[in-house]
Protein backbone atom coordinates (compact mmCIF):
# COMPACT_ATOMS: atom_id res chain seq x y z
CA UNK A 1 0.00 0.00 0.00
CA UNK A 2 1.39 3.70 -1.10
CA UNK A 3 0.42 6.41 0.92
CA UNK A 4 1.14 10.06 -1.30
CA UNK A 5 1.03 13.39 0.89
CA UNK A 6 0.86 16.14 -1.16
CA UNK A 7 2.35 20.21 0.07
CA UNK A 8 2.39 23.56 -1.69
CA UNK A 9 -0.91 24.52 -2.58
CA UNK A 10 -1.86 28.31 -1.91
CA UNK A 11 -3.35 31.19 -3.58
CA UNK A 12 -1.09 33.06 -6.14
CA UNK A 13 -1.74 35.77 -8.52
CA UNK A 14 -1.78 35.50 -12.10
CA UNK A 15 2.01 35.22 -12.82
CA UNK A 16 3.63 33.85 -10.04
CA UNK A 17 5.35 30.63 -9.22
CA UNK A 18 4.12 27.64 -7.04
CA UNK A 19 5.77 24.66 -6.31
CA UNK A 20 4.28 21.05 -5.18
CA UNK A 21 5.25 18.13 -3.97
CA UNK A 22 4.65 14.65 -2.88
CA UNK A 23 6.17 12.22 -0.74
CA UNK A 24 5.43 8.88 -1.15
CA UNK A 25 5.78 6.37 1.42
CA UNK A 26 5.01 2.62 1.41
CA UNK A 27 6.91 1.42 -1.70
CA UNK A 28 9.46 -2.11 -1.35
CA UNK A 29 10.78 -0.25 -4.67
CA UNK A 30 10.90 2.55 -7.04
CA UNK A 31 7.61 4.16 -8.37
CA UNK A 32 7.55 3.92 -11.83
CA UNK A 33 5.30 6.16 -12.74
CA UNK A 34 4.63 9.45 -10.55
CA UNK A 35 2.51 12.53 -11.92
CA UNK A 36 0.27 15.29 -11.14
CA UNK A 37 -3.10 15.52 -12.16
CA UNK A 38 -5.94 18.46 -11.42
CA UNK A 39 -9.83 18.72 -11.28
CA UNK A 40 -11.20 22.12 -11.93
CA UNK A 41 -14.81 22.86 -10.44
CA UNK A 42 -16.99 21.01 -13.13
CA UNK A 43 -14.52 19.12 -15.28
CA UNK A 44 -13.27 16.03 -15.45
CA UNK A 45 -9.98 15.01 -13.85
CA UNK A 46 -6.81 15.66 -16.59
CA UNK A 47 -3.45 14.63 -16.32
CA UNK A 48 -0.82 17.91 -15.97
CA UNK A 49 2.37 15.98 -15.87
CA UNK A 50 3.74 12.37 -15.31
CA UNK A 51 7.35 11.54 -14.67
CA UNK A 52 9.30 8.02 -14.93
CA UNK A 53 11.83 6.11 -12.68
CA UNK A 54 14.26 6.93 -15.53
CA UNK A 55 13.42 10.67 -15.76
CA UNK A 56 10.98 10.68 -18.89
CA UNK A 57 8.42 13.43 -18.82
CA UNK A 58 4.98 13.65 -20.42
CA UNK A 59 3.41 17.44 -20.32
CA UNK A 60 -0.24 18.11 -21.04
CA UNK A 61 -0.14 21.16 -24.00
CA UNK A 62 -1.46 23.54 -21.59
CA UNK A 63 1.55 23.63 -19.56
CA UNK A 64 4.13 23.51 -21.91
CA UNK A 65 6.71 25.83 -21.26
CA UNK A 66 5.57 27.17 -17.82
CA UNK A 67 5.20 23.63 -15.72
CA UNK A 68 8.08 21.16 -14.70
CA UNK A 69 8.09 18.24 -12.74
CA UNK A 70 11.04 16.47 -11.29
CA UNK A 71 11.68 13.53 -8.82
CA UNK A 72 13.67 12.55 -6.42
CA UNK A 73 13.96 8.96 -6.63
CA UNK A 74 15.84 7.91 -3.71
CA UNK A 75 12.91 9.97 -1.35
CA UNK A 76 10.45 8.44 -3.67
CA UNK A 77 9.52 12.24 -4.03
CA UNK A 78 7.73 14.02 -7.09
CA UNK A 79 7.93 17.72 -7.34
CA UNK A 80 5.64 20.07 -10.10
CA UNK A 81 7.30 23.69 -10.14
CA UNK A 82 4.48 25.63 -11.86
CA UNK A 83 5.92 29.72 -13.28
CA UNK A 84 4.00 31.99 -14.98
CA UNK A 85 0.42 30.43 -13.47
CA UNK A 86 -2.53 31.09 -15.10
CA UNK A 87 -6.09 31.71 -13.35
CA UNK A 88 -7.16 28.72 -15.59
CA UNK A 89 -4.85 26.58 -13.92
CA UNK A 90 -6.97 27.19 -11.06
CA UNK A 91 -7.46 23.33 -9.52
CA UNK A 92 -7.10 20.77 -6.83
CA UNK A 93 -4.03 19.07 -7.59
CA UNK A 94 -3.54 15.46 -7.09
CA UNK A 95 -0.79 13.42 -6.82
CA UNK A 96 -0.50 10.07 -8.73
CA UNK A 97 1.62 6.66 -8.38
CA UNK A 98 1.56 3.74 -10.92
CA UNK A 99 3.24 1.14 -8.46
CA UNK A 100 2.86 -2.83 -8.85
CA UNK A 101 -0.17 -2.19 -11.23
CA UNK A 102 -2.24 0.21 -9.27
CA UNK A 103 -3.04 3.73 -9.46
CA UNK A 104 -2.42 5.75 -5.81
CA UNK A 105 -3.75 9.04 -5.10
CA UNK A 106 -2.99 11.86 -2.85
CA UNK A 107 -5.90 13.59 -1.02
CA UNK A 108 -5.11 16.75 -3.52
CA UNK A 109 -4.18 20.24 -2.41
CA UNK A 110 -5.60 22.93 -3.68
CA UNK A 111 -4.36 25.74 -6.51
CA UNK A 112 -5.92 29.01 -6.51
CA UNK A 113 -4.56 31.68 -9.42
CA UNK A 114 -6.04 35.04 -9.00
CA UNK A 115 -6.05 37.45 -12.27
Known amino acids: QVQLVESGGGLVQAGESLRLSCAAS????????MGWYRQAPGKQRELVAS???????NYADSVKGRFTISRDNAKNTVYLQMNSLKPEDTAVYYCNADYEWVNYWGQGTQVTVSS
Open 26 to 33: GSSHSINT
Open 51 to 57: ITVGGST
